[in-house]
């Protein structure tokens, strides 16, 4: 089961916040973008689990889809019901895996790779799966959060274009990096080297100062989960037997 679950969330990984461009999500009200987005569901999900017609890939793309119009179509906006929208697809998720636990294994891939690269797929997805939701679905929180706080008035100097942006990628990016390479001892020195790098910008402004502060603490705090998450995932997939090579 814990395969098919770990392709299925890399699926769903890529096709919300990968596929799903920032044009689609603006014109999601029109049908046919919302069709669209169900069959890059559906299309993901099959390609990951290598199953091309399987019933309940079909059923989990029609859930997606009825999650995703009660949010748009009920007008639930803000980051409240971006959590509440990403956990119903998550339960959804599960609850295929538990219907069909042995989707992964009578799919495509086990039959068709070669015994070294077919165990060692889902733990590439749950590392793809991880990192998109810490670093994709990341930004798209911390701007749902910041929408309550922003700065009344611009700072003189607003920085590089998208330079924020870039920053925090970084950041997620790096705190997943370590917690998975077990460093998580380093993740302290990266969050003292943004604060003396971001302290002569925002020293003196408070409001500057607290919008940093939120920001941070909520970019480390959703980068952390996620890290601890992929990293019990990977823990519950079946061991990888490595053959030691032969001189």
Avoid at 136 to 148: K, P
């Amino acid at each position: 089961m814990i395969e098919t679950l770990t392709a299925l969330l890399c699926a769903h990984a890529v096709a919300d916040f990968v596929l799903q461009t920032k044009l689609m999500v603006t014109r999601k009200r029109h049908p046919g973008v919302m069709v669209l987005h169900g069959a890059l569901v559906l299309l993901t999900a099959q390609i990951a689990t290598g199953q091309f017609a399987a019933l309940p890939l079909l059923i989990l793309a029609l859930l997606h889809l009825l999650t995703d119009c009660v949010k748009t179509y009920g007008g639930f906006g803000g980051l409240a019901a971006f959590l509440t929208d990403q956990a119903a697809h998550l339960a959804t998720l599960v609850g295929i895996a538990i219907w069909v636990p042995d989707l992964w294994a009578n799919g495509l891939w086990p039959a068709l790779l070669p015994s070294p690269l077919a165990p060692a797929l889902p733990h590439v997805m749950a590392i793809v799966a991880g990192s998109i939701v810490a670093i994709r679905a990341g930004a798209f929180a911390i701007q749902l959060l910041m929408q309550g706080h922003a700065l009344s008035d611009s700072p003189e100097d607003e920085g590089l274009p998208g330079g924020g942006a870039t920053i925090g990628y970084l950041e997620r990016a790096l705190i997943l990096l370590l917690v998975l390479t077990g460093q998580i001892a380093a993740i302290g020195f990266l969050v003292a080297a943004k604060s003396i790098l971001r302290f002569g910008t925002i020293s003196g402004d408070r409001k500057a100062t607290e919008y940093v502060i939120i920001g941070t603490l909520f970019s480390f705090g959703w980068a952390l989960l996620v890290a601890f998450a992929t990293q019990s995932l990977l823990a519950a997939l079946p061991p990888l037997e490595i053959t030691a090579l032969r001189p």
